[in-house]
């Protein structure tokens, strides 16, 4: 079908709309400039072109597979996985994250492997990727637990029918519904499968901030809101009976239990409500402290009750830390909480932003106040460019030394797109120790467990420069440069 050029523009739009994705709508719409159109013409732009997005979303499925195949592939080493190397193929190539990538790889089996339907409709542009991706998964689910095909096939047509005039969460209960009808297993077998799901997850976000997910069983999870809860009610509790014993009549008695209070978490004090006064190579509290500690009685408090519960559960976890520090010490560190400033910004004559290893910039003031009472590493670096040059200590090989000179240049596994903590990666020899490789900053660096195997055992190689950047080569015979890592900078 083609769109009549001798039309006005609107009315092209509103025969687009009802095209399916392909190349020759989408380069009309390409030609049309949306800031001339009306505010409903504006509108029907915007649909056309999501309808083209989904066709284009079914074409980099195709590509996807053409790479991963259409089943998954297992390796026949005992450590990998599947999928380890079609995977890294993809994630490379897009810049993706490797889940990222093999949440893609998993679609596009699960649309092209069993829901024809879905992949039609997408390709026409009927639904948006949200939608297919949504039910995707939600009948990987289904087919995982021997769903029939005539059950998965008459589902996927309701949930198309569905998907018209709802939005992909919409379509995602209706289909969790139909599938729980249709399943031959129990619903105690359904829930006990979902239980193995159960995980914590951080995401940075903007301003200093993150977003920390609990997926628990539901006993679990107000296992959690309680302890929160009980936290909160136990001090306000006391903090009550203190205002009824006192009246705070006496200004020195006031004053008294204010200074106290600073030695704890959530007084009036902003600085104190997120982060603590205290703070040690544990975390923000130091050893000593205790969960009776922090339900101590304050002198005022003007938080509401999420940022109550924020704080009673960061303080849980502070305590925790520090009654296993003496035993937990990766890497023969104890886990803690890193920030890089300038000299200038710790001394308060500059207050440049300072680098929280894991998130990025913070403010000078939170940096200083996390850093009060930390232990002090002195960093040499380049002053063009910020690498780090020196540990700040003269030694060939002592090992200690160089483990932590590792850590700290390079702050997260070297694999391109790879977050994974420095802390919890392996040493690795770019040229191999048996090769001749040298104990060496240069020839050392962190990966994690599952990128240092695959250098290992399945074809890819590492190239380790001086400055800590590195080259990485696939078995495709892709290269994939990674830049060192200035240190006042996120990794």
Known sequence: MRVSLEKPVEEQLIELVNQPGGYEPL???????????????????????????????????????????????????????????????????????????????????????HLPATCEALANGDISPGHATLIARESSEAI???????????????????????T???????????????????????????????SVRMYPEGDGMATLIALLPIEDAQTVMLSINSLIAMRDSKNCALKSSTGFANAKDADTTENSDKEMVGNGNPDNQVFGQRSSDIGVFGKGTSIKDYAKPQSQDNRNIDMKRADALTEIC??????????YQPHRRP?????????????????????LAGYGPIPASIARHLSSDAKWRKFVTDPGTGNLL??????????????????????????????????????????????????????????????????????????????????????????????????????
Not at 144 to 166: Q, V
Not at 428 to 448: F, Q, R, V, Y
Request: overall charge negative.
């Open 335 to 355: 886990v803690s909480i890193n920030i890089t400033m300038d000299l200038p910004t710790a001394l308060g004559l500059a207050d440049n932003p300072a680098e």
């Open 144 to 166: 995982k637990r021997g769903i029939s095909t005539e059950d998965l096939l008459r589902i996927e047509n309701k949930a198309l029918s569905h998907a018209e005039f709802h």
């Open 390 to 491: 020196s540990f700040g200590r003269e030694s060939y090989v002592p090992p200690q030394p160089l483990v932590d000179f590792l850590t700290a240049r390079d702050r997260t596994c070297r694999f391109p797109g790879c977050s994974q903590p420095a802390r919890v990666s392996d040493i690795d020899h770019a040229i191999p120790w048996e090769e001749g490789g040298e104990t060496s900053p240069e020839n050392l660096g962190l990966l994690c467990r599952r990128h240092h195997r695959m250098k290992t055992h399945d074809g890819w190689k590492l190239e380790s420069f001086v400055d800590g950047s590195c080259k990485w080569s696939s078995p495709a015979g892709k290269e994939f440069f990674v830049p060192a890592r200035p240190i006042n900078e996120s990794a």
């Open 27 to 113: 380069g009309h719409l390409i030609g049309i400039n949306p800031e001339k159109l009306t505010s409903a013409g504006k509108i029907d732009y915007l649909a056309a072109l999501e309808k083209q997005n989904s066709w284009l979303t079914s074409l980099i499925q195709r590509a996807t597979l053409a790479i991963a195949g259409s089943e998954p592939s297992e390796s026949q080493d005992l450590w990998e996985g599947v999928d380890e190397s079609e995977r890294e193929d993809v994630a490379t190539a897009l810049r993706l994250s490797a889940s990222t990538a093999q949440t893609r790889i998993d679609v596009a089996r699960v649309l092209t492997n």
């Open 168 to 198: 992909p969460a919409q379509v995602g209960r209706k289909l969790r519904s139909l599938f729980a009808h249709a399943t031959t297993e129990s619903f105690e077998e359904q829930v006990m499968a979902a239980r193995d799901t159960r």
């Open 318 to 327: 502070g305590d925790l830390l520090a009654r296993i520090s003496d035993e």
